[in-house]
């Protein structure tokens, strides 16, 4: 996700290429930023449905590797559902991305939406129930531990 000047960004691309592997010109400065936030965006959603979908799986008694089985591959289908998921449901709450670094990237987005005149009310709920998690002492965890919000084992 990179922006800038074309000629410069393209003189960057051997240190681009040793960051990762998908180097994707996005425009002009700024570019790059934004599409990061759209990512992020686009996350914080998806970890929300994922998160309550396993949840309402298992509050109905459903056997969860069977329902993993049936929609990870579907519509429903994410990288989030298809590694996330099963961390959610192991109770495997170790970071991969930390939940207090989703909430500065939240806060960003927000902002950035703001500047821009439109509302993201997902992403608010978002970051409203990852910062009721942070305040809960989970900001060290993973953002898969938005689960806890959803399942409380009694």
Request: proline share 2%; glycine share 12%; no cysteine.
């Amino acid at each position: 996700m990179v922006g800038g000047d074309a000629h410069d960004a393209e003189a960057m691309t051997p240190v681009f290429q040793a960051m990762g592997q998908k180097i994707v010109y996005q425009g002009k400065a700024g570019s790059g930023q934004h599409t990061k936030m759209a990512n992020q965006i686009a996350i914080a959603s998806n970890m929300i449905g994922v998160a309550e979908a396993l949840a309402y799986a298992k509050h109905a008694g459903l056997d969860t590797d069977k329902v993993m089985e049936s929609i990870e591959t579907g519509a429903a289908g994410s990288w989030s559902l298809s590694n996330l998921g099963r961390r959610m449901l192991k109770g495997d709450f170790e970071p991969g991305f930390y939940i207090k670094h989703l909430i500065k990237d939240e806060r960003i987005a927000l902002e950035s939406a703001e500047a821009m005149g439109m509302d993201a009310p997902g992403l608010a709920l978002s970051k409203k129930i990852y910062e009721a998690l942070a305040d809960q002492g989970e900001e060290n965890s993973g953002t898969q531990a938005i689960y806890k919000n959803y399942w409380n084992e009694k």
